[in-house]
């Protein structure tokens, strides 16, 4: 079946340096991609989506781009900080049936950044 | 996130006790979700619900059941519980008109 996943499994990362997250697609149906943030203990929080009809997206410090060619994803952090580590997963969001969506999570990376 | 809240936040049991898990949120949400996690294989959906009235299995349903009591409410069960159903469970909500979900803060269950 299709899936969504994570080319790294984990990222060290000193502080004050970019952070770049990886994620494969494969579903062509997957029109709209979440990137959330979780902390150890946590549920995950939502950090910023994006559409397919777009290539990029910015929040703050973050910047998620799209490559539809490739079906490929990625978060970029601008100079991460402690309380960014965290596992960040990606998530496809596919139309499951008339007006309802499902989300498909990948496996998750662990961002690790060094003081 | 504080506006969707789960009990317990621990539980440990024994194989063929059955347990609830809860989940409350003051969102107003209409859709409300049960994920599952597990190490190394991601958050995966167990049951979902769009209303008061409509219950739908997602990927790993086996072994679990759900009750959406009101709209703020949905509870997970399981009926006899497995030592493989140990794991990380994750409730979350969306509005009809966004498709991104609210994660409460889980409930890590044990089944010894």
């Known amino acids: 079946g299709e899936s969504v996943g994570l080319h790294l499994p984990t990222l060290s990362v000193q502080e004050g340096d970019n952070s770049i997250i990886n994620c494969a697609y494969s579903?062509?149906?997957?029109?709209?991609f979440i990137w959330y943030k979780q902390e150890s203990g946590k549920g995950p929080q939502f950090i910023i989506d994006?559409?397919?009809?777009?290539d990029k997206r910015q929040g703050q410090r973050v910047t998620v781009l799209l490559n539809k060619t490739v079906k490929h994803l990625s978060l970029q952090i601008a100079a991460t900080q402690p309380g960014d580590s965290a596992v960040y997963f990606c998530?496809?969001?596919?139309?499951?049936?008339?007006?309802?969506?499902?989300?498909?999570f990948g496996k998750g990376t662990k961002l690790s950044v060094i003081p | 996130d504080a506006d969707v809240t789960q009990t317990p936040r621990n539980r440990i049991t024994k194989t063929g006790k059955r347990i609830m898990l809860e989940c409350s949120q003051t969102?107003?949400?209409?859709?409300m979700y049960w994920y599952r996690q597990d190490p190394g294989l991601g958050l995966r959906l167990i049951y979902y619900?769009?209303?008061?009235?409509?219950?739908n299995k997602g990927e790993i349903s086996d072994g679990y059941s759900v009750s959406r009591q009101a709209q703020a409410k949905f509870s997970l069960s399981l009926e006899s519980a497995i030592p493989n159903q140990t794991a990380l469970y994750f409730c979350?909500?969306?509005?009809?008109?966004?498709?991104?979900?609210?994660f409460g803060p889980g409930t890590r269950l044990t089944v010894l």
């Open positions: 994006i559409r397919s009809n777009m």
């Open positions: 619900s769009f209303d008061v009235k409509d219950i």
């Open positions: 998530a496809e969001n596919i139309v499951a049936g008339a007006g309802s969506y499902q989300l498909t």
């Open positions: 969102k107003g949400h209409d859709r």
């Open positions: 579903n062509s149906a997957s029109d709209y």
């Open positions: 979350a909500t969306s509005d009809a008109s966004r498709r991104e979900q609210f």
